[in-house]
């Protein structure tokens, strides 16, 4: 899907909406940001032949390496960053986005749909300050994904510390304590946890890359304001950065300390199994002697033999019970 946006009145508006037409050249020509979502082979082909530069496909934008992600080529800045999505799901995804500035315009390539760009839109169309120009719409894009960025680090910051405050807190009510102990779904919340902080560093380090070449560019022409908002960013990002580390340390301690836990109740239930078995195993004996098949047993066959054997029984349990007590045992 290809679409165009133009700047207009008060901000950017969206002009063109759809597939291939015989006008697009002329719509791309008058277009200030280009954006295309899962592009066919015509939109792109299309792209390329007005603007005179080279889409990557999917696979060229998944390539690792910084050569393959940031370069200069025929006049065009090409940009490829990782950004996360479906970050409020079970499931989020890291996508690859590149952004292609020349001439004065911005080309936009992905193949998913994240909230940053959704945000953006939305903000462009009243702001038309903030969207100037094809460096400036940049800027944005940016600082929308930094945002959606920070949200997913505070909440993932929230969660660690109720996480935190149900396993370490013993005076905390029934209700919260028994969710201290389904340690399954902690397990889970803490998985889902450090997979958000994975994505989430891994874009930080992805879009400071980004930043640090396009002000090195001598291709894209960067205004005052639109250079401080990107020093602006890359200082976010670096502070982010350092934060996500730190919850990233802070994952792997409650993780360690939730298995700790786990480990603990196992032992009290052995524990609770090992002392059965110590209670019981004086009675066990009792109870095998007066089961054994000889003629003559003492008192088995008075008529107090019976209550006196459980008698004993009982006495030889309650007697490693009191001294387990005593030690301090139990």
């Not at 719509?27 to 889409?55: N, T």
């Not at 889902?192 to 879009?207: C, D, H």
């Not at 008192?299 to 009982?314: D, K, R």
Request: aromatic fraction near 8%.
């Amino acid at each position: 899907m290809l679409s165009t946006y133009a700047l207009e009145g008060v901000g950017l508006v969206r002009r063109y909406h759809g597939g291939v037409c015989q006008e697009l050249p002329d719509i791309l020509a008058r277009a200030l940001w280009i954006d295309l979502v899962e592009p066919s082979a015509e939109e792109e082909r299309a792209v390329e032949i007005a603007l005179g530069i080279d889409v990557p496909t999917r696979e060229e934008m998944r390539e690792i390496e910084s050569s393959n992600r940031l370069y200069e080529d025929h006049g065009a800045v090409y940009l490829t960053t990782t950004i996360g999505t479906n970050l409020d799901t079970e499931l989020p995804q890291s996508t690859q986005v590149t952004f292609i500035l020349k001439n004065g315009k911005l080309v936009t390539n992905r193949y998913a749909d994240p909230t940053p760009f959704k945000r953006f839109t939305a903000y462009a169309e009243r702001h038309a300050d903030s969207c100037n120009s094809d460096a400036a719409v940049l800027a944005g894009l940016i600082e929308s994904i930094v945002n959606r960025i920070a949200d997913v680090i505070e909440r993932v910051g929230a969660d660690l510390d109720a996480i935190s405050l149900a396993i370490f807190t013993h005076n905390t009510p029934a209700r919260q304590r028994a969710r201290a102990r389904n340690y399954q779904g902690v397990l889970v919340q803490i998985g889902q946890a450090g997979n958000l902080i994975a994505k989430t560093r891994e874009s930080l380090v992805s879009l400071g890359r980004l930043l640090a070449f396009v002000q090195q560019s001598t291709l894209v022409t960067l205004s005052t304001d639109v250079r401080g908002r990107m020093r602006t960013l890359s200082r976010d990002i670096i502070a982010m950065s350092d934060h996500a580390s730190y919850l990233g340390n802070n994952t792997s301690f409650i993780l360690d300390a939730t298995l700790g836990m786990v480990n603990i109740d196992q032992n009290n239930i052995l524990k609770i199994f090992s002392v059965v078995t110590v209670f019981l195993l004086p009675p066990s004996v009792i109870g095998a002697i007066y089961g054994m098949n000889f003629r003559y047993i003492p008192g088995a066959e008075e008529p107090w033999g019976f209550t006196a054997a459980l008698g004993l029984m009982a006495l030889s349990a309650l007697v490693p019970w009191l001294l387990f007590k005593r030690r301090g045992w139990l």
